[in-house]
């Protein structure tokens, strides 16, 4: 099949390779100038394990090409799928400009049938509203064309993109059109997952639920940890425990400094809008919020009370991106321990293998280092902020001979505390109890 994706992000791309994986030839469409030149010699904007490699494959063997404007591959599509930013406005709600802007243009541009795939998460009733931008722009051009929309929702994880993208634990497919059905049938041929056919709506809905479902065991679970902290408990046994009943199951129970990413702070706080616009309060999602807002701060309290002041100590943050294997720093834990340190007129020295340079934008005033042995030079106490595979296998005791106090505040419960122990470190997690 040939497939137009609009939007060069890192749902946009990672789809696009993985669709040419699949047999499909390509057209990805990015408004942005610079990064179309920067698509096209084979650079991604991003940091993503193994897309690049792919992307510069598909060019070279031109199943795969880069265009600014829609019009120029339109018409050469049996499938166009929207894969553009829905960022938070003010209130929570999503902004939904680009998803509008997208739609217009198919409107205007296309001159054959169409089946229209959303990719972006947007709210509940946005597909009936794409349809209805799409015919508006094909009722003014005075063309009476086929144009099915569907909903089709990623669940891709940064850092594990490409992976999901062709390894899905199930697709959803949300269409009252039995002709979109049959063609997303062949979209995906070759995947073997199941796949959940429903409307526009419940699609759209499944993804928000579940990105807010994750949010919450993830809070609930980091709430836990606070009070095994009282109850001479250990979290991570905890959920262990818990996690073993099928009907639990055991991912998504690391305790630690809060989640962050493009995804869930935005996703919660949308579907808590579109819960509020209904004149529904949906308790379980504001206290998903609250907890994660507190978190940071809540640890960063435990260290001040081990350090007595934070004033003139040299803390050191290890890691920066909101998860390990990617750089990205949007919402992410160390944004807001830099935040709060500042405040209490820390000195900080960070480093982090991938995210150093997007921080550096927005704190120039922060110590750079070399390496984790560097950034832990005469520091008071380290913090592990980001769970990156190095630093669990740093050599601690040399890290060790150049810090100023032997204190390892691991906000990720990613270290053995028994070995940090045993080190002569005095060390402490998320709701650890020996
Ligand atoms: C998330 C979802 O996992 C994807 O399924 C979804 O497609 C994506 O959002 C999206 O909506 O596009 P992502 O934001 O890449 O993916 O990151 P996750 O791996 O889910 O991690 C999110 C945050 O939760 C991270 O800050 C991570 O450190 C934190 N987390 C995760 C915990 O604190 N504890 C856990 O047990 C798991």
């Given at each position: 099949m040939k497939i137009t994706v609009v939007g060069g992000g890192y749902v946009g791309i990672t789809t696009s390779v993985a669709l040419a994986s699949s047999g499909h030839t390509v057209h990805i469409v990015e408004i942005n100038k610079a990064k179309v030149n920067q698509l096209n010699k084979g650079k991604l904007p991003f940091y993503e394990d193994g897309v690049e490699e792919k992307l510069r494959w598909f060019l070279t063997s031109g199943q795969l090409s880069i265009h600014h404007q829609l019009e120029d591959c339109i018409n050469e599509s049996d499938a166009v799928f929207i894969a553009v930013g829905t960022p938070s406005l003010a209130d929570g709600s999503a902004d939904l400009t680009a998803v509008d802007a997208v739609a217009e243009q198919i409107g205007s541009y296309t001159e054959r049938d169409l089946v229209v795939v959303t990719k972006s998460t947007v709210p509940v009733g946005s597909g009936e509203k794409i349809n209805q931008l799409i015919r508006q722009k094909l009722s003014e051009r005075g063309v009476d064309l086929m144009v099915d929309t569907v909903s089709n929702p990623e669940f891709l994880r940064e850092g594990k993109a490409l992976y999901d993208a062709l390894h899905p634990d199930r697709i959803v497919i949300g269409t009252s059109s039995d002709r979109a059905r049959h063609i997303m049938k062949a979209v995906y041929h070759d995947l073997h997952c199941p796949v959940i056919y429903t409307t526009i709506e419940n699609a759209e809905m499944i993804k928000y639920a579940s990105n807010a479902f994750l949010a919450m065991k993830i809070s609930y679970v980091n709430e836990l940890a606070r009070l095994c902290e009282r109850t001479n408990t250990n979290v991570q046994h905890v959920a262990e425990g818990i996690g073993l009943d099928k009907r639990i199951?055991?991912?998504?129970?690391n305790a630690g400094i809060g989640y962050g990413g493009s995804c869930f702070p935005k996703d919660v706080k949308a579907l808590e809008a579109i819960a509020r616009q209904q004149g529904l309060t949906m308790h379980l999602l504001e206290a998903t919020m609250r907890i994660n807002e507190t978190q940071t701060e809540w640890f960063v309290n435990k260290l001040q009370a081990v350090l007595?002041?934070?004033?003139g100590k040299k803390i050191a943050l290890l890691g920066l991106s909101f998860?390990?294997?990617?750089?990205d720093i949007r919402e992410a834990a160390s944004l807001k321990i830099i935040h709060l340190l500042t405040q209490r007129n820390a000195s900080i020295s960070v480093y982090d293998p991938q995210a150093m340079e997007n921080v550096k934008n927005l704190h120039p005033q922060l110590y750079y280092a070399s390496s984790s042995y560097d950034a832990l030079k005469n520091a008071d106490a380290a913090l592990l902020v980001t769970e990156w595979e190095e630093f669990k296998h740093m050599d601690w005791e040399k890290a060790k001979m150049n810090m100023k106090q032997p204190i390892v505040m691991d906000g990720r419960n990613a270290l053995s505390p028994s070995v940090m122990k045993k080190l002569g470190f005095y060390y402490d997690g998320v709701g650890l109890n020996d």
């Open positions: 199951g055991s991912l998504f129970l007595h002041n934070l004033g998860k390990p294997d990617t750089d």
